[in-house]
């Protein structure tokens, strides 16, 4: 049961990074955004009616990523615990 926790708390906190650090990649580019309308005057393109920011993807799709990556870590915190342990 322990592993199971563990291998919750790290899929988890990886899930927290990735999702944490897309964010902050996205807050950065826009706070560093600067238009430059003077070099772009001669081309003109019809503009959108809409904005969206990010992406958009199934929650299934986090689920998913979220189970499998449950299950890859506790196999690897099972076979680390089973090559440390004292030998008879």
Not at 34 to 61: C, R
Not at 63 to 75: A, N
């Amino acid at each position: 049961m322990k592993t199971f926790i563990q291998s919750l708390a790290v899929s988890s906190g990886l899930h927290l990074i990735f999702l944490f650090g897309t964010f902050l990649i996205g807050y950065i580019k826009t706070r560093n955004y600067q238009p430059d309308p003077a070099n772009h005057w001669e081309n003109i393109n019809t503009l959108q009616n809409e904005v969206a920011f990010g992406f958009s993807v199934s929650p299934l799709f986090f689920l998913f990523t979220f189970i499998g990556l449950t299950v890859l870590s506790g196999l690897v915190l099972l076979f680390y615990k089973k090559k440390n342990e004292p030998s008879l």
